[in-house]
C-alpha cells in the first residue's frame, strides 16, 4: 500500500508564492508517472502538471512559466513550486503517483489534498 501525504497550502496575496509538498511512503518499487491536479469550487478536476520518470514536465497551459514541479528521489517527495499566483488558482491541489510495489503490483494514489487560496 502507497500513502500519499500533501503539504503547504494556505492563504496568498495575488503575485506570492507557495510550495505544496508530497511525500509518498510504502511498499513502492518504482514510479512512474507523478500528476498534480487541481479543483476550484464547482469546477471539475484539472491536470496541472505531470511528468514521467526520466522525462520532462508538461506543464497545463494556465500555469505555464508560473509552476514549476520538482522531485527529491531520496525522500520520495515531489514539489509544487507556485509563483505569480493569481485568484483564479485558487482550488484544492492533489498530487496523484503512479507506479509499481515491491511485490510488482501497480499501484495508483492520490494525496488528500491541500486548500490554495489566493485572495488579497
Known amino acids: 500500500q502507497v500513502q500519499l501525504v500533501e503539504s503547504g497550502g494556505g492563504l496568498v496575496q495575488p503575485g506570492g508564492s507557495l510550495r505544496l509538498s508530497c511525500k509518498a511512503s510504502?511498499?513502492?518499487?518504482?514510479?512512474?508517472?507523478m500528476n498534480w491536479y487541481r479543483q476550484a469550487p464547482g469546477k471539475e478536476r484539472e491536470l496541472v502538471a505531470f511528468?514521467?520518470?526520466?522525462?520532462?514536465?508538461t506543464y497545463a497551459y494556465f500555469v505555464r512559466g508560473r509552476f514549476t514541479f520538482a522531485r527529491d528521489n531520496a525522500k520520495n517527495t515531489v514539489y509544487l513550486e507556485m509563483n505569480n499566483l493569481k485568484p483564479e488558482d485558487t482550488a484544492v491541489y492533489y498530487c496523484?503517483?503512479?507506479?509499481?510495489?515491491?511485490?510488482?503490483?501497480?499501484?495508483?494514489?492520490w494525496g488528500q489534498g491541500t486548500q490554495v487560496t489566493v485572495s488579497s
Open positions: 496523484n503517483v503512479e507506479g509499481v510495489t515491491t511485490l510488482g503490483a501497480d499501484f495508483g494514489s
Open positions: 511528468t514521467r520518470t526520466g522525462d520532462t514536465t
Open positions: 510504502g511498499s513502492i518499487s518504482s514510479i512512474k508517472l
